[in-house]
């Protein structure tokens, strides 16, 4: 079911699977990227494994609201505020939170700020360290040159048109694709397109969850006091976020719990949806 909810001062779309009196799960996507990112056949094993399944468009992206950036910046933690606020709107106490890539530091800072509103905390393919304006990348990390190049062909020769648009994405979604599958061109630029026709405007998307990322915190020392149980996936081919990140995320969480995916990179093969939708099902049932 698709519905608009008003939450801390914007409206947010959101979509559910399942029942509403099933305990609810929160899924919160990453940069730029529409809530319906999430594969729907994850929803769907997750809906299955009793959940009531909610992924939404943060703001700035997709159906929810856009935002002035310079008039009204924002960082993770405002996001993290929104998050709450759906829940809310929902009529949801608490919730299990699952967060991939931005949406894993938006998960952290729900847990951080908001621990009574989540009961567990998945986060996926994501990392504790600020983002460094200078490297594009992670603090302490060296930008993937395939992303390097990417991003200097972005800025020499801006896509255009609708078309451009979805052959910039599927180029850099194949950079980002790990080695456990092969890449699926047709299934991905069907993906890319959905994202594409359900944005008021994909490119201000991207360049306004960058510039939150630039502003928000560093977290690195604070995930130390997170008490919610914690799980950390991570795709040992992720260019985006190195698999040290993630290494380091779950190091730093007492007590959690750390899953490696051999040949994952930064995304969902399907293949390895089974395994994730069990894992996250596994650790919000202890």
């Not at 700020?113 to 567990?120: F, G, N, P, T």
């Not at 890319?192 to 201000?204: L, S, V």
């Not at 690195?220 to 919610?228: N, R």
């Not at 698999?243 to 293949?271: C, D, K, Q, T």
């Amino acid at each position: 079911m698709e519905r608009i909810v008003e939450a801390n001062g914007i409206r947010l779309w959101c979509e559910t699977f399942g029942d509403p009196a099933d305990p609810a799960l929160l899924l919160v996507m990453g940069l730029g990227a529409r809530g319906a990112t999430w594969p729907d056949e994850l929803c769907r094993l997750l809906q299955e494994g009793g959940r009531y399944v909610i992924r939404y468009d943060n703001r700035d992206t997709g159906r929810s609201s856009g935002v002035d950036f310079e008039a009204e910046p924002y960082t993770m933690i405002d996001l993290a505020q929104d998050a709450v606020g759906l829940l809310d709107g929902l009529g949801i106490a608490a919730a299990d939170v699952v967060g991939a890539s931005m949406g894993g530091m938006i998960a952290q800072e729900i847990a951080l700020e908001h621990a009574d509103r989540l009961r567990s905390l998945t986060v996926i393919m994501s990392s504790a360290e600020p983002l460094d304006p200078v490297t594009n990348t992670f603090r302490g990390a060296q930008r993937d040159p395939r992303l390097a190049a990417w991003d200097a062909e972005q800025i020499a020769n801006p896509p255009r048109t609708r078309e451009e648009h979805v052959e910039a994405h599927l180029k850099l979604a194949r950079i980002l694709a790990g080695q456990l599958t092969a890449f699926d061109e047709a299934a991905t630029r069907a993906i890319i397109e959905r994202e594409i026709e359900g944005a008021t405007d994909a490119a201000a998307a991207s360049k306004n969850h960058i510039l939150a990322a630039f502003a928000s915190r560093d977290r690195s020392g604070l995930v130390g006091s997170i008490t919610a149980p914690t799980l950390v996936i991570h795709g040992s081919d992720d260019p985006m976020a190195p698999i040290a990140h993630g290494e380091a995320l779950a190091a730093a969480i007492p007590n959690s719990e750390f899953l490696p995916i051999e040949g994952m990179g930064h995304g969902f093969p399907a293949p390895v949806l089974p395994r994730i939708s069990a894992a996250i099902l596994r650790h919000i049932g202890r």
